[in-house]
């Protein structure tokens, strides 16, 4: 394959930045080369440097890769612990690190290519995958692009020698303790020498129609809402999940898992603990690195826990300021009031309000006694895990109102009074 005819099979967004995952190796080059030629002025490229013996000779290629294309270039630094586990520990830092170099506008376009998505698809199913682990890695996904994703790697090669790009080949590439290397080196071609000499296109082509499916299912999984608080937290629809059979199901509970912590869709076992909150089997359940799930309402959420309560603040009345991730407003209103539900008279609270948290076990006065806040909020249907940072607005020391949900009816004001004001909450920017 000639340069030019690889450029042919290429294929770039047509607007936006381009991220090139530089590692210094002969894919990556070749994809940094027909990004500078089809995308000039869009590109630049960032080089992961993992701290190992052959990684400052990666580093060095990249550079000076990146000096021949004319293509700016960022190195950045991680750490990988030793351990069995490193491949994929160092495939996790990687895609993190490259996720934090990225621009909102920008595509990250790596250098995979056709043998490496046959390798993917074959180490999938060794290890159980579903259909969508069977499809292995999109050309188009995610504000990631891989355009050389229909070239074999041996064509890629060539090309890089033809353009006499200084790339250097990673000797981890080589080391047999990372499974990649032993589905590449050893177990790919002995299933081509005695079963299929067509294994890898038959992987790729497998991958292709798996691909096609999980595009079109994921189409209508994407169409399904899913709301972000200010919070951090992740809901769906719990309706939608529980009328739905098991394999659609646990796509949305992935895509609700992968939207609170991307790019992470949880395992197994998250998924299948999720499923059985949705349905009611268990209440809230808890999963990895302090997130938990649980039914709110109409909801199924995950989320970290309980909310920290703010710094108290001041507020004037009429007026609007922030309180932790919330905007409260106190806002001027006329006319009926039946159905509003957090009133203050300024003739009863003043010119200004305090707004605090409420402490475990404190009381609301009503029209006959008191009741506790936390009751009140449940009753209002407010999360659990919001009523640690919900505010209560204070005036003269007394609890004037749970803001948003209910006012005490000393601070409420007469039937008919003037300068009555509701207190209102709204989710701040995120």
Known sequence: ??????????????????????????????????????????????????????????????????????IALDIVEITVPDGASWEGQARTARWAALEAARCPD??????????????TTLGHLLRGAGAAGLAAMAA???SVGRPLLGVWRADVARVAA??????????ANYDPAHTRNLLRHKLIPQLEAEFNPQLRHSLTRTAATLAADDAQIEGWIGSVPLVRDAWGAAKLPASLITSAGDAIAGRLVRRLLRAARPPHAGTAEEVAAALEVARGVTGRRDISDGWSIE??????????????????????VPGRVGFGNLEVTAAAVSGPLVRRTSL???????????????????????????????????????????????????????????????????????????????????????
């Not at 995952?21 to 990556?28: F, I, K, T, V, Y």
């Open 1 to 70: 394959m000639t340069p030019d005819e690889l450029l042919a099979r290429v294929a770039l967004p047509d607007d936006g930045l381009l991220l090139i995952a530089l590692s210094g190796g002969p894919d990556s080059a070749v994809a940094a080369w027909a990004a500078a030629r089809l995308a000039p002025g869009r590109v630049r490229a960032v080089h992961i440097h993992h701290g190992t013996p052959a990684a400052d000779a990666s580093a060095a290629a990249a550079t000076e890769i990146a000096e021949l294309l004319g």
């Open 106 to 119: 920008e595509t990250v376009i790596t250098g995979h290519h056709a043998d490496d998505l046959a390798e």
């Open 140 to 142: 188009d996904r995610q």
């Open 162 to 171: 033809t353009l006499e790009l200084p790339a250097v080949d990673d000797p």
């Open 295 to 316: 039914v709110e309402g109409p909801w199924l959420v995950t989320h970290r826990g309980e909310a920290v309560a703010p710094t108290p603040v001041e507020c004037a």
């Open 344 to 430: 203050v008279a300024a003739a009863r609270i003043g010119p200004g309000i305090i707004l605090r948290a409420a402490s475990d076990g404190e009381r609301i006065e009503i029209a006959a006694g008191s009741k506790p806040i936390r009751d009140v909020m449940a009753e209002a249907g407010l999360a659990r895990r919001l009523r640690s940072a919900w505010p209560v607005a204070v005036a003269h020391g007394r609890i004037a109102a749970v803001v948003g949900i209910r006012s005490a009816p000393w601070a409420r004001g007469n039937l008919g009074e003037e300068g009555v004001f509701e207190l209102t909450a709204e989710e701040g920017q995120r």
